[in-house]
């Protein structure tokens, strides 16, 4: 019989009478795991509920239009899969583990799917894929100059190896970048490599650095901070055939997702007419958000149209840590209904916005303008690092004249959520935040408007202003902070406080600024 799924998810399985379904617990290639041959390139598949089916000796890769997981999925032997639609059930559980290939196939939209489901990952059960662990980015511990062909790190990276691809973000001051001729958009001067070779706290690269990374200098010469690199490699990796129309992963039920890489992944655009909800990687109304250590990362050779990377949805107490955005379109971490509460955003690292949709005021309000985070309040927000953005590292954005329901604590009933004004909300944390050759630092919007709000020290170097307040009434007080403009044309603190009646700073140490407030 059909099941009745949520949020209107076609019972894919169900819904083709040719399904090949499994027959009893077994290994994918096994003849007698199956009620029919063993599955090919264009079947239907699906695991029933109380069988287990592991990739183990599979000896080429797992290739199906869609598999459907209604009991247990496992590939813990590094088996690639080529897969149109993979669907976990609620009583389903996936676990991909260690080394892996995803490839979402080309083609066609799945029968029966008017809400263009299809063509992605979706997890509604208790899944986990999980990749090998590694240190996400490491900070440098010397000057990164033209010709260089070897970086040294503050200190030992855990699990990088010879092979990986690291991104080397540009880090002049913010003025200096030059726009393009044509289109106007920043031209900044990051670098990808390969590591040749790693010995201690040096590694190598296959290519000589073309440009210079210049660390944050104070007033007397002195090296304030190094900047960082970022690890773009992960042993898991999810890729779409089709990068015009391409996946993406959806979760509603309990997903731990750590140390994945996605490629061009989510379809969702800055255009308004897209199909929505179809993102990168997306928790919508289900449980906690368990995303760590992943990577996101789109092409480079063209203009980066998606919305949003990493998605919470109406998604609660959860975990968004250590991961890289690298490219982003509309944002890169996104709060959509701006209720999400309780969850940590922690560690995440935004390296340069190649959207289409512009950096405005209208673009902001929409989380398209290619911020790092889009929302945030009533959520803990520190130890970010934010680089190569033409926009604001943070947007903190509220609702002008909404209210908001939200979960008081895990597992808190629906119907018990208290409802409140939705520009009153502040951040629970907002600390230790470091913003490297952005426009500015964070902008709020709507948001504390009876006090509250707090950014607590965080660092600015290189950026054109290093906080500015913003637009349309909310409270913020800063201290503790360093700015470290780097250019005459920099500024420390732009408040208009007509704006900002609410706004403090105190503690804030400035240097080499063109203004200071």
């Not at 951040?427 to 050759?437: G, K, P, Q, V």
Request: charged share 20%; hydrophobic share 35%; proline share 6%.
């Amino acid at each position: 019989s059909r099941m009745i799924l949520p949020h209107n998810v076609p019972d894919f399985a169900a819904l083709n009478p040719a399904t090949i379904h499994s027959g009893q617990t077994g290994d994918w290639t096994d003849p007698e795991t199956w009620d029919g041959p063993v599955p090919g390139p264009d079947d239907y598949v699906c695991v029933d509920e109380g069988h287990i089916v592991a990739a183990v000796h599979a000896r080429g890769p797992i290739d199906c239009r869609m598999l459907a997981v209604q009991g247990t999925f496992e590939n813990a032997g590094g088996v690639p899969m080529r897969i149109h639609t993979l669907i976990e059930y609620p009583t389903g559980k996936v676990a991909i583990t260690g080394d892996c290939q995803i490839t979402i196939k080309a083609g066609p939209f799945l029968d029966n799917d008017p809400e263009e489901y299809s063509r992605g990952i979706l997890l509604m059960g208790n899944a986990t894929i999980e990749g090998r662990a590694k240190s996400p980015y490491m900070r440098t511990a010397a000057e990164m100059r033209t010709g260089h062909a070897s970086i040294t790190l503050e200190s030992l990276p855990d699990g990088w190896e010879i092979g990986d691809e690291i991104v080397i973000p540009d880090t002049r001051p913010y003025p200096e970048v030059k726009n393009d001729s044509t289109t106007g958009a920043k031209l900044f001067l990051w670098e990808v490599r390969t590591i040749t070779n790693i010995a201690g706290q040096a590694i190598g690269l296959d290519l000589p650095l073309v440009f210079n990374h210049p660390p944050a200098r104070r007033r007397d010469g002195t090296v304030e901070a190094y900047p960082h690199i970022a690890n773009l490699t992960r042993s898991i990796k999810i890729r779409s055939e089709d990068t015009d129309e391409p996946g993406h992963v959806w979760c509603h039920g309990p997903a731990k997702i750590h140390f994945t890489e996605n490629f061009e992944m989510g379809r969702t655009t800055v255009n308004p007419l897209s199909r929505i909800g179809r993102y990168d990687r997306h928790w919508h109304h289900g449980s906690a958000p368990d995303c760590i250590g992943n990577v996101s990362r789109y092409r480079t050779d063209r203009k980066n149209k998606r919305k949003w990377s990493t998605t919470i949805h109406n998604s609660h107490f959860g975990m968004v840590k250590d991961n890289i955005f690298f490219g982003i379109g509309g944002a890169g971490i996104a709060l959509e209904d701006r209720n999400e509460t309780g969850s940590v955003i922690s560690g995440n690292m935004f390296i340069w916005a190649n959207g289409t949709a512009g950096h405005g005021g209208a673009q902001k309000r929409l989380g398209i303008d290619g911020s790092g985070i889009w929302g945030g309040q009533n959520n803990r927000v520190f130890g970010n690092f934010f680089y190569d953005l033409p926009t604001s590292g943070i947007v903190g954005m509220g609702l002008e004249n909404g209210m908001v329901s939200m979960p008081q604590f895990a597992g808190q009933p629906r119907a018990e959520w208290p409802s409140v004004k939705g520009d009153s909300l502040t951040f629970i944390e907002n600390s230790e935040n470091e913003f490297w050759t952005c426009e500015d630092s964070m902008q709020l919007w709507q948001m504390g408007v009876l006090g509250g709000n707090r950014a607590i020290a965080c660092r600015v170097y290189h950026c054109l202003i290093g906080f500015n307040p913003y637009y349309e009434r909310h409270s913020m007080h800063i201290s503790e902070w360093v700015i470290i403009g780097g250019h005459r044309k920099s500024t420390g603190i732009t408040w208009g406080a007509a704006h900002n009646p609410l706004f403090s700073a105190a503690n804030v140490r400035m240097e080499r600024v063109g203004t200071g407030i």
